[in-house]
Nanobody
Framework: QVHLVESGGGLVQPGGSLRLSCAAS????????VAWYRQAPGKQRELVAT???????KYADSVKGRFTASRDNAKKMLYLQMNSLKPEDTAVYYC???????????????WGQGTQVTVSS
């Protein structure tokens, strides 16, 4: 069973930056697309970015130009560099894995605990 562990969240002021990390057990980084989701209070979980094995990352329109997702297959790590953060980016951020990138992505793994990102002055 694959375990996903997110970290790196925290409290940051608007305009600030954070870097999230996701560590995964198993060999998902050899095979699958990996992705970041987020869930704000009272809202549905939202796909933020997908990172294919050998292609460029795809992003939700709400984060394009501000967030950069990357993967290190050797270290079995997924990252999300978040710049120019806005209060509306406040959410719990999760990682997962699947088959198809972009809007066709469907998560295959169990959800981890996530990491809380709060953007507030």
């Amino acid at each position: 069973q694959v375990h996903l562990v997110e970290s790196g969240g925290g409290l940051v002021q608007p305009g600030g930056s954070l870097r999230l990390s996701c560590a995964a057990s198993g060999n998902i980084f050899d095979i699958y697309v990996v992705a970041w989701y987020r869930q704000a209070p009272g809202k549905q979980r939202e796909l933020v970015a997908t990172v294919p094995l050998r292609d460029v990352a795809k992003y939700a329109d709400s984060v394009k130009g501000r967030f950069t997702a990357s993967r290190d297959n050797a270290k079995k790590m997924l990252y999300l560099q978040m710049n120019s953060l806005k209060p509306e980016d406040t959410a719990v951020y999760y990682c997962n894995y699947g088959i198809s990138p972009g809007t066709a992505f469907r998560p295959l793994g169990s959800w981890g605990q996530g990491t809380q990102v709060t953007v507030s002055s």
